[in-house]
């Protein structure tokens, strides 16, 4: 079986936490030395265990916040 590995290269922002002090994050992760994607997804308290998520290359997170910022 592949070895699996992750780098969170830049923490952005933690929109939540629950009671088990898990954090659901927007952050910039590298996926098996992958170049880092935009991040969100719940992270265990060290960030040794992820929950799912959603990954956005550079082009659709830019995407995601055109469609904000047009929003009125």
Known sequence: MATFTF???EELL???TNDKG????LNRVS????E????IRS??????K??????LSNDEFQ???DAFRSKK
């Open 43 to 48: 992270w265990s308290p060290d960030h040794s």
């Open 14 to 16: 933690v929109l939540s």
């Open 36 to 39: 880092p994607k935009y991040d």
């Open 31 to 34: 996926f098996n030395g992958a």
């Open 7 to 9: 780098e969170i290269v």
């Open 50 to 55: 992820m929950g799912k998520g959603i990954t």
């Open 22 to 25: 898990w954090t659901k994050e």
């Open 63 to 65: 995407t995601l916040l």
